[in-house]
T-cell receptor
Framework: DSGVTQTPKHLITATGQRVTLRCSPR?????VYWYQQSLDQGLQFLIQ???????AKGNILERFSAQQFPDLHSELNLSSLELGDSALYFC??????????????FGPGTRLTVL | GESVGLHLPTLSVQEGDNSIINCAYS??????FIWYKQESGKGPQFIID?????DKRQGQRVTVLLNKTVKHLSLQIAATQPGDSAVYFC??????????FGTGTSLTVIP
């Protein structure tokens, strides 16, 4: 158990809908990262927040957004969902702002299925 | 974007043998590398890391080798066990804090 929690574990929805994924980082970690993992694909970095502020942005679609709250938990919002958005979404956390040896620890993921 | 790739998508080894999983990276400016293990239905789990000022680092039954000349990273698992069966990812970190992950190598341990 990495100490990172994600809810829900599974999510099934229809195209065009909007969903929110939630992540609670390890105690004491200030950074939260979001990743997408599609079938037979590696982990694609979406976005990072550090202490409430956006720190780095990856291949995140405009239909997706995220935020980190004062208690450091984070939410990833996915809107106008398409079939291709079906994937595993992982959250990771690290102590600092990243770089160097600031290891990321991953949550168990949320499996999103868009029908 | 950066390219972090794995030479082999699948690897099968006999229980008790040593496993070697390889990874190529493209950014010579990367200064930190991590190997993750992902079991079915779970999130990636940190195994071992190495900084670019090192060429070898050992953990418990695992060794990571870094060859900066050819931009190659490898993970060696000694005395492979059935519990080692998983997908292994290498990840590269560079300034800007963004990690790039390979697509993964699926390791199957044959009893």
């Amino acid at each position: 158990d990495s100490g990172v929690t994600q809810t829900p574990k599974h999510l099934i929805t229809a195209t065009g809908q909007r969903v929110t994924l939630r992540c609670s980082p390890r105690s004491g970690d200030l950074s939260v990262y979001w990743y997408q993992q599609s079938l037979d694909q590696g982990l694609q970095f979406l976005i990072q927040y550090y202490n409430g502020e956006e720190r780095a942005k990856g291949n995140i679609l405009e239909r997706f957004s995220a935020q980190q709250f004062p208690d450091l938990h984070s939410e990833l919002n996915l809107s106008s969902l398409e079939l291709g958005d079906s994937a595993l979404y992982f959250c990771a956390s690290s102590v600092f702002s990243g770089g160097g040896t600031d290891t990321q620890y991953f949550g168990p993921g949320t499996r999103l299925t868009v029908l | 974007g950066e390219s972090v790739g794995l030479h082999l998508p699948t690897l099968s080894v006999q229980e008790g043998d040593n496993s070697i999983i390889n990874c190529a990276y493209s950014n010579s400016a990367s200064d930190y590398f991590i190997w993750y293990k992902q079991e079915s239905g779970k999130g990636p789990q940190f195994i071992i890391d190495i900084r670019s000022n090192m060429d070898k680092r050992q953990g418990q039954r695992v060794t990571v080798l870094l060859n900066k000349t050819v931009k190659h990273l490898s993970l060696q698992i000694a005395a492979t066990q059935p519990g080692d069966s998983a997908v292994y990812f290498c990840a590269e970190n560079k300034a800007g804090n963004q990690f790039y992950f390979g697509t993964g190598t699926s390791l199957t341990v044959i009893p």
